[in-house]
């Protein structure tokens, strides 16, 4: 039953998108609306039975496959597993993909590739439950790519657009060198623990704790080595910094896709692997150090990034980066549950900021920039409410999602007496505050600066938006304050004494993060509202801070320094120098010029006068005879040759 | 012993194809490819027949033919496949009917003649993987360059007759050598294929025969240096050539490094391996370096081919299961996707007569269904999991890994820039802003022969377990002549 149950949670969505993808076309997108969300909503309801049936229990389903890859000792399997971390994944999967996919309705209704479009949210959906209940290593890597490859097909859903090719591209590759990280690790636990699969690795980590591996004579700890490759791939999934440039770009993908991709699940990807390891983080300090540390540095550098930007989802996209930022910080500090806890209530608030800035998108005739906004909050109520119960959550004030998971992470870091990391987080909240709310002034209020076509057309989005959007703010009010028990409790197995420490701190800390954030709120309050002046003021003092800032950090023009031009040049290098310069003038032209050059040098010999030939005869006779009489010369006696031929003649 | 010589008739009947085409009169172009086709088509059914009757539990060589030739030369027919013949005999005998039905329309004239050198290709081919005579194989080997001169020489673009020479004269080069060592082995063992060996050579001797033998796997595979030749003759070679070309020819280099060097030169091979990996990871990285220059569809294709056997031939010198088993895969699932991106390549220029990547774009709105299926074959070639390309990648990567953990670290490199030229290529020549172009989308006879290969990258990717029970065998024996050496 609960076996049935799981193979129809993930199938479904894939039913449904191969439906749309192969038939949609033909019949139309009616058709391929009704079989992708009508799937979906079937795969949301059997994963909520799903819930009710395993929830309970202690131990995880697993429901065996046939063999993959399977050769000599090395045996990986199909099949699918959930315990509650997969469980928890699979529901906010599950849901929210339902959710956009209704949204999508609305949102896309007359693209002339809607069915492809249904089809691949369809499969990336399937892609992201076949990661979040993998078994293996190895089956992890195949939702992980999915979901790359998905991702990829989403960007570029409008591929007359040069600028959308080029994101989904770039994407693709990004996240490429994070997978070259995930592959070496898991090739890196298969040369300590002989299989990829979780179990026998996770109970079989105390052993091997103390495996060395010598790399250019360094011993190196197996395991950190291992952990560190992961977080790599990690890192360029969930867009942490060094490898977040692809994030950003990915919102020329269509806004349902930002909502469900880059915001609320396959982002996340990245912080479920590393709970998922987190037996073998257990083991590796370093490692932790690391992740805390690149988890503060994104906190803090994309939410300084989103306080320039002007375009609304890229300031979206900017803040799920620092988000998940947030969660690293916690992993970092063995805080898995609350990890797991902030990526819960993120996907939700986040969603349901990305689909309300969709709304805002369509009532604006496709506008994005915030500067020409304003004044539309009488417009549409609703997106407008929805999107302020998305910034109270995101920003975390009392009784919203944030202050129970955001905080929960800042006394994470306050017990772990990690002063740095607790002042980035702090630092952060405050750069978040400031910039929802400049957000959400810019957009909604003031005095309307969009044209006068774009105002006449302003109106509420349609039924199927508006419908995706309430359930999910009206989940967003209660999933902080309802799930706050059973996160902090031993949901995941056995408490840990970080959360437990965590939930004692003193009051004076648990308030310092509300407070952070009524100061954010504060000074965009007095910046967009009051003194409108002064931010400009600041553009002109600072000019070179906030270039640099609304700039992205100048880390694209970097890396296309550093990386792109260089690779193509080198590409060319090689071709035209290396290929057809080198290896075919000293190899195959080479020997066809030597050769002909040979052949002309002994065509001059060829000259046709007798003399020449008897000349060239009596040369070549008097050096085989002399060859013949200095090779020999010991035992061939002149006297002998005179014998013979004397008797030759006789 | 069964009854009927299947090997045997699987070997000859193409042959026997192209004798009744000439015999019918070369005149009815239309005639010849339907014989052709016909033949292939039931070479590929008894070669299913075969993969039936193979026994993967007994090792060593089965259903084997055996007829005296020449007895005072002690030269024998014997004929026989194993676990490593047996995969390269089905995907000869799959990709030669497919590449007939891509030359259904785009080969004009002496129609008759190009599907008779095909299927002498084809006997050839297949002679090469069954031989279990040393001699007989070198007979095949080398027989293969002559139908394959003809099919570049004359049915080949504008400069084919410089490609046709450039083929022929740097793979005999490499086989001449070959030809010494296999006289060597004639004169010192005999002419009986070497897994019946079980006297080793002496190190000294190994050395000289490993390395005659791989100056021609070498520049057959190809690897780094010796691959030149390969971007030339992909050029300039018919659709139908280049799909067997790279589908089939390359792999004659890997299954003799696994024929050959492997049990013939363990010592040779166990000290030659940091070499090979070497060539093997500059192959790998340089290949797609250059294969992200190119301009022409066809030369990156053939330069990603050398990438990918830069795989092959690391995965090999493991000499690890795993590694050979992904090397295995590797050139069976490369057989497969180069031949569909030719065939691709090949859909394109009988339409547009130019396979200049700028010169194309935007075909995803007229040619949707040739969109879906060349990306498909793009993810393949860039090993996405779920497709054939990533279970050899990954095998090879794994086998590496455990004994080389930096030549795993830069063959690993290969996952971002066969992305990189892969989907580049992908992006320019599919995507970007309407225009005016008026192709027809792919017809009947072009799905029919993509969806073969797709059903084979699909089926190889999710679930290689067929593949893996026919080679398991065969790879361990391989593995056990060099785990003998490590304990002596």
């Known amino acids: ?650 | 012993m069964h009854p009927l010589p299947l090997l045997s008739m699987i070997v000859f009947l193409p042959l026997l194809g192209a004798v009744s085409i000439l015999l019918s009169g070369a005149k009815r172009s239309a005639n010849a490819r339907w014989v052709a086709l016909w033949v292939s088509l039931v070479t590929f059914v008894l070669s299913l027949v075969l993969w039936g009757r193979y026994d993967p539990t007994l090792g060593g060589f089965q259903l084997e033919n055996t007829m005296q030739w020449i007895s005072y030369l002690g030269l024998t027919y014997h004929v026989g496949v194993d676990g490593i013949s047996l995969p390269f005999i089905l995907l000869t005998t799959l990709l030669v009917p497919l590449c007939i039905l891509a030359s259904w329309k785009g080969i004009k004239k002496r129609t008759a003649d190009y599907m008779m050198a095909f299927l002498i290709l084809e006997t050839f081919v297949l002679g090469s993987f069954v031989a279990l005579d040393i001699l007989l194989f070198y007979i095949f080997f080398e027989g293969v360059l002559i139908p394959m001169f003809f099919i570049i020489g004359i049915w080949g673009g504008p400069h084919r007759i410089y490609a046709a020479f450039k083929f022929f004269l740097y793979t005999l080069l490499g086989s001449g050598l070959m030809l010494l060592a296999i006289l060597y082995i004639y004169f010192e063992v005999g002419s009986s294929i070497p897994l019946a060996l079980e006297s080793v050579f002496d190190p000294k001797v190994q050395t000289w025969l490993w390395l005659a033998f791989f100056a021609s796997f070498a520049i057959k595979i190809p690897m780094w240096p010796f691959h030149t030749w390969l971007p030339d003759v992909h050029v300039e070679a018919p659709t139908g050539g280049s799909m067997i070309l790279a589908g089939i020819l390359l792999k004659m280099g890997g299954y003799g490094f696994l024929r050959f060097s492997l049990p013939l030169c363990p010592d040779a091979s166990a000290d030659f391996a940091p070499f090979v990996f070497i060539l093997s990871i500059i192959a790998i990285i340089y290949a797609s370096f250059v294969a992200l220059a190119q301009t022409d569809i066809k030369k990156l294709v053939a330069y990603s081919s050398v990438a990918h056997m830069g795989f092959v031939t690391l995965g090999i010198f493991t000499m690890d299961a795993a590694g050979i088993s992904g090397a295995i895969t590797q050139m069976v699932s490369h057989g497969m996707i180069s031949a569909a991106l030719f065939l691709c390549v090949g859909v394109m220029y009988e339409r547009t007569h130019t396979r200049k990547i700028a010169e194309f774009g935007a075909l995803v709105y007229r040619m949707p269904r040739y969109a879906v299926i060349f990306m498909l074959f793009i993810l393949a070639s860039l090993g996405l999991p779920g497709t054939s390309g990533f279970v050899g990648e990954f095998l090879v990567l794994l086998g590496t890994y455990q004994v080389n953990i930096y030549a795993a670290t830069m063959a690993s490199l290969a996952m971002i820039l066969g992305a990189a030229y892969a989907l580049w290529l992908y992006q320019r020549i599919i995507f970007g802003p309407p225009t005016a172009c008026t192709f027809t989308d792919l017809n009947g006879r072009e799905l029919i022969s993509f969806s073969p290969l797709l059903v084979g990258v699909l089926l190889l990717g999710l679930y290689p377990a067929p593949l893996f029970k026919v080679t398991e065998g065969a790879v361990m024996k391989l593995v056990g002549f060099s785990s003998l050496l490590g304990k002596s």
Request: aromatic letters at 14%; hydrophobic letters at 50%.
């Open chain 1, 1 to 650: 039953m609960d076996s049935t149950l799981a193979i129809f949670t993930l199938f479904l969505p894939l039913l449904g998108g191969l439906c749309a993808g192969s038939f949609g076309p033909l019949w139309g997108m009616r058709f391929s609306q009704w079989v992708t969300c009508g799937c979906m909503g079937l795969a949301t309801l059997t994963s909520l039975w799903l819930v009710i049936i395993l929830g309970p229990l202690d131990t995880a389903l697993s429901v065996p496959g046939f063999s993959w890859i399977h050769v000599g000792a090395l045996e990986v399997k199909w099949g699918i597993l959930i315990d509650h971390l997969s469980l928890v994944m699979i529901m906010i999967v599950t849901f929210i993909s339902l959710m956009v996919h209704v949204y999508s309705i609305g949102y896309m209704k007359g693209e002339p590739g809607f069915s492809r479009f249904m089809a691949y949210l369809s499969f990336f959906t399937f892609f992201m439950l076949v990661l979040v209940t993998a078994p293996n290593f190895v089956q992890l890597f195949f939702g992980w790519e999915g979901v790359g490859l998905s991702s990829y097909l989403l960007i570029g859903y409008w591929y007359n657009d040069p600028r959308a090719n080029r994101a989904a591209f770039k994407a693709f590759l990004m996240n490429r060198i994070g997978d070259v990280g995930y592959v070496l690790g898991i090739l890196t636990l298969y040369l300590l623990f002989q299989t990829f699969d979780f179990s026998p690795i996770f109970t079989g980590v105390p052993d091997k704790q103390a495996h060395m591996i010598e790399i250019y004579g360094w011993q190196c700890h197996t395991l950190t080595l291992a952990t560190i490759l992961l977080f790599v791939g990690a890192m360029g999934k969930s867009a942490q910094v060094g490898l977040h440039t692809w994030l950003p770009d990915a919102m020329e993908a269509p806004t349902p896709v930002s909502a469900l991709l880059h915001a609320a699940t396959m982002v996340t990807a990245g912080v479920f692997l590393m709970v998922r390891i987190s037996p073998l983080l257990d083991y590796t300090p370093l490692t932790r150090e690391m992740i805390t540390i690149v988890g503060a540095a994104t906190v803090v550098l994309a939410a300084s990034i989103a306080c320039v930007q002007n375009d609304i989802k890229r300031i979206i996209a900017y803040s799920t980066g620092s988000q998940l930022g947030y969660m690293f910080m916690a992993i970092g500090l063995s805080g898995y549950s609350a990890a797991m806890f902030h990526l819960t209530t993120h996907a939700f608030f986040k969603a349901t900021l990305f689909l309300g800035a969709g709304s805002v998108i369509h009532a604006m005739s496709d506008e994005q920039d915030i500067q020409k906004m304003g004044g539309i909050w009488r417009a549409i109520p609703i997106t407008y409410t929805l999107m302020w119960i998305g910034s109270l959550a995101l920003a975390g004030l009392p009784f919203f999602a944030g202050f129970y998971s955001k905080d929960l992470i800042l006394e994470i870091n306050w017990v772990s007496k990690m002063p740095v990391a607790f002042a980035c987080g702090l630092v952060g909240i405050v750069l978040t505050a400031f910039y929802a709310w400049r957000l959400l002034i810019l957009t909604f209020q003031g005095t309307p600066r969009a044209n006068d076509a774009v105002m006449s057309h302003l109106k509420e989005s349609p039924l199927s938006m508006l419908v995706p959007l309430i359930s999910l703010g009206l989940i967003t009010l209660v999933v902080g304050p309802g799930l706050y028990t059973l996160f902090v409790g031993s949901f995941f197995g056995p408490q840990n004494e970080v959360i437990l420490a965590a939930q004692q701190t003193s009051y004076e800390i648990k308030t310092v993060p509300v407070l952070a954030t009524l100061l954010g709120i504060g000074v965009a309050y007095l910046f967009y509202m009051r003194s409108k002046k002064w931010p400009s003021h600041l553009e002109m003092t600072f000019k070179r801070t906030y270039e640099f800032f609304f700039h992205q950090c100048y880390i694209d023009a970097l890396y296309d320094r550093l990386f792109v031009v260089p690779s193509l040049k080198l590409a060319n290098l090689l071709w035209k120098e290396g290929d057809q310069k080198g290896i075919e003038s000293l190899g195959p032209k080479g020997l066809t010029t030597l050769s002909l050059l040979g052949g002309r040098l002994i065509c001059r010999l060829q000259t046709g006068y007798l003399y020449h030939a008897a000349f060239a005869m009596v040369l070549g006779f008097g050096a085989m005879v002399g060859g013949i009489l200095w090779l020999n010369s010991d035992t061939l006696r002149l006297a002998e040759v005179y014998d013979f031929l004397a008797r030759y003649k006789g």
